[in-house]
């Protein structure tokens, strides 16, 4: 089946600090991949996505390529703020005809200090 | 364009009892897909709903069932609730299938407890 996994949290960095959260995925064919994001007390904010090999997502200085080869689509920053404390959440989704349903990883969580 | 909106935001109930959440997707979505997020099993998906039928259901039991109405709307409903029931509720959707990528949005999420 389908699975996504994430490096262990809590990541802890300093302001400007250069930011890098793993996600490699098991699945069939070529998965959509995603990054959301979820912040204390809300739902999940869509960060970026990639939808085939080689593609880049970008959004507000986050990075992820989709890694074929490495089965890998790891963010990247390369200076966080305290504002980007939050738990972010890797996730794939098949393009299998009727299948919508997101796989998770268990989430990162960042912690960013002055 | 609004976002993904779901009530109540915060529900309170005892063992035995039901539960009944609602998610309103965005504008012209079709699709509503429901997730559980609890701090040991993660994120779950329960099941999808598009034109009012239930695509793909997750691994959960009975008790948990859902509905679309004509107007996209969702509803899940949670009968006999359990103490394990208690989590983060988590409505998504999306145009659909056939729809390029179909990006999932979500709402904020209702938060269930169960005493």
């Known amino acids: 089946g389908n699975s996504v996994t994430q490096m262990e949290g809590p990541v802890t960095l300093s302001e400007e600090a250069f930011l890098t959260i793993n996600c490699t995925y098991t699945?069939?064919?070529?998965?959509?991949l995603f990054w959301y994001v979820q912040y204390p007390g809300e739902g999940l904010q869509l960060l970026l996505k990639?939808?085939?090999?080689?593609d880049k997502g970008s959004n507000k200085g986050f990075e992820a390529t989709y890694r074929k080869e490495t089965t890998s689509f790891h963010l990247e920053k390369g200076s966080v703020q305290v504002s980007d404390s939050a738990v972010y959440f890797c996730?794939?989704?098949?393009?299998?005809?009727?299948?919508?349903?997101?796989?998770f990883g268990t989430g990162t969580r960042l912690q960013v200090t002055l | 364009k609004a976002g993904v909106t779901q009530t109540p935001r915060y529900l309170i109930k005892t063992r035995g009892q039901q539960v009944t959440l609602s998610c309103s997707p965005i504008?012209?979505?079709?699709?509503v897909s429901w997730y559980q997020q609890t701090p040991g099993q993660g994120l779950q998906f329960l099941f999808e709903?598009?034109?009012?039928?239930?695509?793909n259901k997750g691994n959960f039991p009975g008790r948990f069932s859902g509905r679309q109405f004509s107007n996209s709307r969702s509803e899940m409903n949670v009968s006999t609730l359990e103490l394990g029931d208690s989590a983060l509720y988590l409505c998504?959707?999306?145009?659909?299938?056939?729809?390029?990528?179909?990006?999932?949005?979500f709402g904020p999420g209702t938060r269930l407890t169960v005493l």
């Open positions: 998504a959707s999306s145009l659909g299938p056939g729809q390029g990528t179909d990006t999932q949005y």
């Open positions: 996730a794939l989704r098949p393009h299998t005809g009727t299948a919508s349903k997101l796989t």
């Open positions: 990639a939808t085939k090999a080689d």
């Open positions: 699945a069939t064919g070529y998965p959509s």
């Open positions: 709903y598009f034109s009012e039928t239930q695509r």
């Open positions: 504008s012209g979505h079709r699709s």
